[in-house]
Every structure is written in C-alpha cells, then in structure tokens.
C-alpha cells in the first residue's frame, strides 16, 4: 500500500535525492530487485513513467542486475513486463576456469550467465521465454557451454529441450567432446538423442581420452550405445592402447571381451609395441592372462627393437609375469642379444629426441620403468644426460624423485659427463634424494650411490635441508654422510 501510494502520488522518475547517486527510477528498481519479494517488481514496471530501459545506476544494465541478484522472480517479472530483450548481450565478470580470477566477458547472453553461475532457477525463466529462438539456442551453444561449466541439473534441463541438438559442433567440439567429467557424460549418455559417433574433427574421437581417463562404467556405457570401438587416431593408436596408456585396466577388459579390435596392432607412438608388451611392463597380471586367452594374440610378436613380451619380463626379472607368459605353448623363448637392442637405438632411424607422451624418449622410458631400452639411449653419443631446461629437470634428478630402481641411478652416474651436482631451479641430486628419503627409507641407497661419486658437493642448501627435518631423519641422513665422506658433524654444519 505504501508503495502504490507513493507511485501515486511522489514518484518523479528523473528526479535525483542529493544523497543518492541516481534517480528515483534507477533507485526505486535497485531497491525492488534487491528484496525481491513476488510482485513487487511487476508493480513498479506496471507504472508505464518508469522505463526499465533508462536504468544505468553505477553503470549496471537492469538486466545485468537481475541476473547477479539472488531471486529469480525478479528475473520473470521484468521479461513479464516485455521491454527487456532477454537476447541483449552484457558485458560481466565470471570466474576463470583456469586461475580463479574474475575477468571481463563482452558479449555474454543472460542465459549464458546462468549457466556459468550455475542457476538453473533463471535458466528454466529464461529458456521460457518465447523470445529464446532455436536459432539462438544452436548458434550460442548452450548445452556444450553447460557441459563445461555447469552442474548436472542444468545438463538434464538442456538437453530435454527440444531446440537443443547435443550432437552440434561447437567451438570445442560436441557435447560429449566438451563434457568436464564423468558424472556429465553419463547424462548425455543416457539421452536417447546423443549419438556416440559423432566426431567434430578438430581433435582426436572423445572415445580414445574417454578409455584412457574415465571411469570403466563411461566406456561400457558407450558400449553399448553402438560406438565404434574400432575406429584408429591418425597414429594408428586405437582405444585399447588409450586405455593401457592410461593404466585403466579395467577397460581394457571391457574392450577385449568386445572381442572388435585386433589385439596385435603396433602401437607406433610407443615403440610398436602391442598390449602385450604395454602390460608386461606394467605387470598388470589381469590383462595379460586374459590376452593369454585370446586366441587372436600373438605372444611372440616384436617391438621396434625386436622384443617379445617374454624378453620384456625376463629383462625385468618379473618372475611371476615371466610364469603367465610361459604358461602360453605357443610362447618361444629364445634370448636376443642387447647389441640386437643397442644397434636399433644407435641407428640414426631412431630419433633421441623424439616426443612420446609429452614426455621426451629418455623421460618416458624412466616413467615406464624400461630401464634396458634407457640404458642404450643413456650411451648413445647424441643424448645429453645433463640436458634440462624449464619443463624437464635433468633425468638424474628426475630420476631420483620418481623413486627409480637404484640401478638405473648407479649407472647414470657411472657415466662420464654426469654433473652430480646439477642444479635445477632449487634442487641438486643430493637435496632431491634427502627430501625422498624422508618418504620412502629404501632411497638410503640412492643416497649412498650419490655419496660415493668422486665429485659430489655438499652444499649450504642441503645442510639447509637437514635442518628442516625431523631430528629422527637429520641425524640417520648426516650419519651416512659423515660416515660415507668420512668427515665429522662439526665439519659437514660448518
């Protein structure tokens, strides 16, 4: 009653309060949409001398306002009163996904504040608005764009939307391609109008990532709604070496049992080997007994350097890996020769240099734990072993936080050109394995093998280090130094 009466009888729209900055329009509309109690809004914009159109207080757009606000009934009464385009596109400030602060976004449609807010309350007005066009709906993308930023609930809402095609190319792909996570693709999953198939072409088929990160249940999900397991990345990778590259055993599985992709294609980004190989040196026991199996599989054919899975096993002294293998009548067993190995290496068709993984050769075979093959790239005359720049600690260093087999650290420091002392950023050899023995005492002897070389230093940062820790490790750690460099305590914290 109070404000029918000031409407009535007060209300000077252009009027602007000394103390206020802006008129009464802009001030009265602030006020309505901030409480947002039901109707009131409607009430004021019911007085044709107010204009929502002129409201620019602190430079805000009414629009804008009503989206920031909390209460999505303001949001209806002001499309309501029809003199707002819902398609009028506003300037904002939305959180990034990658470094957490605001930034500016030009452009941006109310319904795309929504989805990045995650309102599903305002996208359920908005998107009943007769003025949201199919048109609009497929040229802004909306599904994809939720896929990415917002929560399941608005997934859901779009994609029972009838202007909403989830097998559309956006900038990024389909909508399976944009999806975050799990939980969003089993969604898109279960809607009878998602095609698995469908592929933008901008970058590798959703299924390959899919069977290499996500859970086993997404990938049987796709499955059984008819995608084509067998389809091949410009590399001739197929999704079952995606998902041994992801160690996801349990697809693995799932894919084989399928029984559609042929078990012996070469992976050629890695060496050629097939999954066979992949999983002797992951020593994943499952797949490979029921690779065993398989009538389909070769358990004889070679990797890039002539290996059979069983040389890989006996290389790696897995004696319960080597047993499985040996349980195959068809598995031969003759031995080859490391110069065999050596020269495939040493040849100049293998590059040194090359990238797998994004991980550089040696990088990636430390990772995976081939120390026979890195052992042949550690002696070839091209490798540096000292090379490291921002993205790639030196590999003694590398090596070393990885927790390696201490072999393969006595033979790079048995190398001539080693630099024991290398410094990358803040770390040294000798300061990287005393912040990993304080994890993990097996690297005791990692540290004695650093202790031993004729060149080791220690430096003011490990004694630093030292001081650091509990006084348990302190003392075990400078015991062996003292003892190993046969100095006193006085003179190593001098």
């Not at 996500?214 to 410009?234: E, H, M, N, Y």
């Not at 990778?237 to 992709?261: F, P, V, W």
């Not at 070679?302 to 598995?331: C, M, N, V, Y």
């Not at 020769?337 to 550089?360: C, G, Q, R, T």
Request: glycine share 4%; proline share 4%; with cysteine.
């Amino acid at each position: 009653e109070k404000l029918a009466k000031f409407l009535n009888t007060e209300l000077e729209p252009a009027k602007k309060y000394d103390c206020e900055d802006g008129t009464q329009e802009e001030i009265l509309l602030d006020a309505v949409i901030k409480v947002g109690n039901p109707g009131t809004l409607a009430m004021v914009l019911s007085d044709k001398r107010i204009d929502p159109r002129r409201y620019n207080r602190f430079g805000d757009n009414i629009l804008l306002k009503v989206c920031e606000r909390e209460h999505p009934i303001a949001l209806k009464e002001l499309l309501d009163d029809g003199r707002i385009d819902p398609l009028e596109e506003l300037e904002v400030h939305l959180l990034s996904v990658t470094d957490d602060q605001m930034i500016p976004q030009r452009g941006v449609l109310p319904m795309e504040i929504a989805i990045e807010t995650d309102d599903l309350a305002k996208l359920k007005i908005l998107l009943a608005d007769s003025r949201i066009t199919q048109q609009v709906v497929e040229d802004r993308h909306l599904l994809h764009q939720a896929c990415e930023f917002a929560s399941e609930e608005i997934v859901k809402l779009l994609l029972n939307d009838v202007r909403v095609d989830p097998n559309a190319i956006g900038p990024c792909g389909t909508a399976i391609e944009t999806a975050v996570d799990d939980e969003i693709l089993m969604i898109l999953l279960a809607s009878p109008k998602v095609d698995v198939n469908v592929h933008s072409g901008n970058r590798n088929h959703s299924f390959f990532s899919i069977c290499e990160h996500s859970a086993p249940t997404v990938v049987q999900q796709f499955l059984k709604r008819g995608v084509k397991s067998t389809i091949v990345d410009k590399n001739g990778r197929t999704a079952l070496h995606y998902a041994c590259s992801g160690n996801n055993t349990e697809t693995m599985l799932s894919l084989l049992s399928e029984g559609k992709i042929d078990p012996n294609l070469p992976d050629p980004v890695h060496f050629n080997r097939t999954i066979l190989h992949m999983s002797v040196l992951r020593k994943a026991g499952d797949v490979i007994e029921s690779l065993l199996r398989d009538s389909r599989v070769d358990v004889n054919a070679k990797d890039q350097f002539g290996r059979t899975a069983l040389h890989i096993a006996r290389w790696k002294q897995s004696k319960e890996i080597e047993e499985i293998l040996l349980r195959s009548p068809a598995i031969e067993t003759s031995s080859i020769p490391s110069k065999e190995i050596a020269a495939v290496v040493h040849s100049s068709a293998f590059d040194i240099k090359a990238s797998i993984e994004n991980e550089l050769v040696a990088y990636y075979l430390l990772r995976e734990g081939d120390y026979e093959i890195l052992q042949h790239v550690i002696e070839d005359p091209r490798f540096d072993i000292n090379f490291h720049d921002i993205d790639n600690p030196p590999l003694l260093i590398t090596a070393i936080e990885a927790q390696a087999d201490a072999e393969i650290v006595r033979f790079m420091l048995a190398q001539k050109s080693i630099d024991v002392n290398i410094r990358h950023e803040t770390e040294t050899p000798l300061k990287s394995v005393c912040i990993q023995i304080e994890m993990n005492r097996e690297c005791e002897e990692t540290l004695l093998l650093l202790l031993d070389h004729k060149d080791i230093v220690i430096d003011d940062e490990v004694k630093q280090e030292l001081s650091q820790m509990s006084i348990e490790d302190a003392v075990k750690i400078s015991f062996l130094i003292c003892t190993r460099l046969v100095i006193s305590p006085q003179d190593l914290f001098r």
